[in-house]
């Protein structure tokens, strides 16, 4: 006797639990749900049941699967941040930590992680421009981590980092930067006129990828370089990122920090 004829006879397989019942038909049906846990079928000749899943094991078994895609999805975005985030204060820029003193600006960089399929495909770039600390790393930032929350592969560093990193590297493998979906580049001042500085940003213009660049140079000084090595660079910024030049300005957040600090310090000692 085969295991299928076993099976058939002794109904092999199939769970009874309380509260199952038979129907008119003697099919087992599941008492949690009322949809059967066993169907009839004709084997050799032979009728014989078959365990088949009510309702509930399908429910439990779409959980199962759900919970696993979960995981894996969380997994990636581990990956992804270990990779992508260069610098631990970059995990601090997100928008729950966002002052909101800047509406205008918070409004126009969400809207550009909400419509980021279209972004990506018209290759969008921006350059936040304005000057030091009133929050052109922070927004940049607030960017990456909510598009690796969404699973997308970015990588944001200043760009002296990766400067130095290429040179430290030099002729050995390099980070490849252009398998990332967004690179942002951080904090592009006029000391980087570098042919290190172009070739990282000329790699990205090449794979037509979108760049967003932070830089307390003005459009009207990208515009107008001073030497031969900035001119290649700026053009390369412009054309990618100038499109979309988002101004930030006033309000400097480290202003604002080394005040609070100077009160607190000045109530300590005051006490
Ligand atoms: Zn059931």
Same mark, same amino acid.
């Given at each position: 006797?085969?295991?299928?004829?076993?099976?058939?006879?002794?109904?092999?397989?199939?769970? #009874? =639990?309380?509260?199952?019942?038979?129907?008119?038909?003697?099919?087992?049906?599941?008492?949690?749900?009322?949809?059967?846990?066993?169907?009839?079928?004709?084997?050799?000749?032979?009728?014989?049941?078959?365990? =088949?899943? =009510?309702?509930?094991?399908?429910?439990?078994? *779409?959980?199962?699967?759900?919970?696993?895609?979960? #995981?894996?999805?969380? $997994?990636?975005?581990?990956?992804?941040?270990?990779?992508?985030?260069?610098?631990?204060?970059?995990? +601090?820029? %997100?928008?729950?930590?966002?002052?909101?003193?800047? /509406?205008?600006?918070?409004?126009?960089?969400?809207?550009?992680?909400?419509?980021?399929?279209?972004?990506?495909?018209? @290759?969008?770039?921006?350059? !936040?421009?304005?000057?030091?600390?009133?929050?052109?790393?922070?927004?940049?930032?607030?960017?990456?981590?909510?598009?690796?929350?969404?699973?997308?592969?970015?990588?944001?560093? %200043?760009?002296?980092?990766?400067?130095?990193?290429?040179?430290?590297?030099?002729?050995?493998?390099?980070?490849?930067?252009?398998? !990332?979906?967004?690179?942002?580049?951080? $904090?592009?001042?006029?000391?980087?006129?570098?042919? %290190? *500085?172009?070739?990282?940003? $000329? #790699?990205?213009?090449?794979?037509?990828? /979108?760049?967003?660049?932070?830089? @307390?140079?003005?459009?009207?000084?990208?515009?107008? /370089?001073?030497?031969?090595?900035?001119?290649?660079?700026? $053009?390369?910024?412009? +054309?990618?990122?100038?499109?979309?030049?988002?101004?930030?300005?006033?309000?400097?957040?480290?202003?604002?920090?080394?005040?609070?600090?100077?009160?607190?310090?000045?109530?300590?000692?005051?006490?």
């Amino acid at each position: 006797m085969s295991f299928l004829d076993e099976f058939f006879i002794n109904k092999h397989g199939i769970e #009874e =639990c309380e509260g199952d019942y038979r129907d008119e038909n003697d099919i087992l049906i599941c008492g949690k749900c009322g949809t059967p846990k066993e169907c009839i079928k004709v084997y050799k000749g032979k009728k014989g049941s078959f365990p =088949c899943r =009510c309702k509930c094991d399908d429910i439990a078994e *779409a959980e199962y699967q759900q919970r696993k895609a979960r #995981e894996k999805f969380d $997994d990636r975005v581990k990956h992804l941040r270990k990779i992508g985030i260069t610098s631990k204060r970059y995990l +601090e820029y %997100t928008f729950a930590n966002d002052n909101g003193k800047k /509406p205008e600006i918070t409004k126009q960089v969400k809207r550009y992680v909400e419509r980021w399929n279209e972004i990506k495909e018209s @290759n969008i770039g921006v350059l !936040f421009y304005g000057s030091v600390g009133t929050g052109k790393s922070f927004f940049a930032a607030c960017i990456a981590n909510a598009l690796i929350d969404k699973g997308v592969s970015v990588h944001i560093a %200043t760009l002296s980092d990766l400067v130095r990193l290429r040179t430290a590297n030099y002729g050995k493998d390099n980070i490849a930067l252009d398998k !990332f979906d967004l690179l942002i580049i951080d $904090d592009l001042g006029v000391e980087h006129a570098s042919p %290190t *500085a172009y070739s990282i940003i $000329d #790699e990205r213009y090449q794979s037509n990828k /979108p760049l967003i660049i932070t830089t @307390n140079l003005t459009p009207t000084e990208l515009k107008n /370089p001073k030497t031969q090595e900035q001119k290649r660079i700026y $053009d390369r910024v412009l +054309e990618m990122c100038g499109g979309v030049a988002i101004r930030i300005d006033g309000g400097s957040k480290r202003v604002e920090v080394a005040k609070q600090k100077r009160e607190i310090a000045k109530a300590i000692l005051n006490s």
